[in-house]
């Protein structure tokens, strides 16, 4: 998640964004150190013969260099190249990119290699009212309701900070409703110790609702009980963690698609997954 910077003196300490909103976030956690946990041919795997387009949902996505690192890899793109590398069922894959913050957007706008494709909007994801008519705009413009896969990288612990338990709950809720499948980074508890620390520091206010959290300890364990419990979606398998202590957790909904977009049925597993 990210917010606005605001206002306040230019060229603020580093960690001092309370919302993610971090201006240099790929300097320090960079996007190649996700993108190589993910098995080649991911795709293919999970949407062997998509019947259209595939869509996905980057929720806050910053100034989009993970957006576009995790696009040309789902794609099989070489970036020195600009072509495929191998075949992949999603060559077509159109990717919503979203953010609060609209400088990072307007960055992550003007250095987008591929614009066709990949599009980023500033977007408040816990403002139901502009987010519902937002996304269902760009899901119609398809003839769709739903996206084939969501990406939420390193996200849930700022909708956490900022919104409480009920606000996380909500928030892996909607994704589970609007995604068929959803990659999960959540951060481990001990980040949201040191990002009330930086605060401290800073001489800034704590986190409203830090200090009365009842969602805590394992996070990761913890987000997989919301959504598999909660939320009707299943696990699929962890992919392993970065070298900064962060689980991608690939989910996908126990329910099929209602455009029966999703490959896989109820309780049957294809082979290219069992592979994952």
């Avoid at 502009?130 to 612990?157: E, P």
């Avoid at 994704?175 to 001990?190: D, F, I």
Wanted: glycine share 8%.
């Amino acid at each position: 998640m990210a917010a606005p910077m605001g206002e306040g003196p230019p060229g603020p300490e580093p960690g001092a964004a309370p919302y993610g909103n971090f201006p240099n976030y790929s300097r320090f956690h960079p996007p190649e150190a996700r993108v190589r946990l993910l098995p080649r041919g991911l795709l293919r795997s999970l949407f062997p013969a998509p019947a259209g387009p595939l869509l996905g949902l980057d929720v806050g996505c910053n100034s989009g260099e993970l957006s576009v690192a995790l696009y040309r890899h789902l794609l099989g793109l070489q970036e020195s190249k600009g072509s495929l590398d191998e075949p992949a069922a999603g060559k077509d894959l159109n990717l919503l990119c979203c953010d609060i913050d609209p400088v990072l957007i307007e960055r992550a706008q003007q250095c987008s290699p591929f614009p066709a494709s990949i599009s980023f909007a500033e977007l408040d994801i816990m403002d139901s009212s502009a987010r519902d008519s937002f996304l269902s705009s760009y899901l119609g413009r398809f003839g769709r309701s739903t996206f084939d896969i969501g990406f939420c990288m390193s996200v849930t612990m700022w909708i956490h900070l900022n919104h409480g338990d009920r606000g996380l709950v909500e928030f892996l809720a909607f994704l589970s409703s609007v995604c068929t499948y959803l990659l999960m980074e959540p951060q481990p508890w001990k980040c949201y110790r040191a990002a009330a620390r930086r605060l401290r520091r800073l001489g800034r206010s704590d986190f409203d609702h830090f200090r009365a959290l009842a969602i805590n300890g394992d996070m990761v364990e913890r987000i997989t009980q919301i959504l598999t419990k909660d939320c009707a979606m299943e696990l699929v398998r962890c992919f392993g963690s970065t070298s900064w202590d962060r689980s991608l957790l690939l989910f996908k909904s126990s329910a099929s698609s209602p455009e029966g977009r999703s490959p896989v049925l109820k309780n049957e597993v294809p082979e290219q997954e069992q592979q994952l």
